[in-house]
């Protein structure tokens, strides 16, 4: 899967589909994979391999 990050949300996407998760409310979404051209200046943070729990990144 491949991680992005938005202005209001992270995109886990993979194939057709993506999670969408809001940076403001941690609300989930599943949406097509071609919804990522919707989003604000998506930016490629990496590739994920899954996700159990939460997500906390770090700058750095």
């Known amino acids: 899967m491949e991680?992005?990050?938005a202005k209001d949300h992270y995109i886990?996407?993979?194939g057709e589909?993506?999670?969408?998760?809001?940076r403001r409310d941690g609300g989930l979404q599943l949406r097509p994979?071609?919804?990522l051209l919707l989003a604000w200046n998506p930016i490629?943070?990496?590739l994920v391999e899954g996700?159990?729990?939460k997500i906390q990144l770090h700058s750095g």
């Not at 589909?17 to 809001?22: F, P, Q, T």
């Open 3 to 5: 991680l992005f990050q």
């Open 12 to 14: 886990l996407q993979q």
């Open 17 to 22: 589909r993506a999670l969408w998760c809001s």
């Open 33 to 35: 994979a071609t919804d």
């Open 44 to 46: 490629c943070l990496g």
């Open 51 to 53: 996700v159990i729990g």
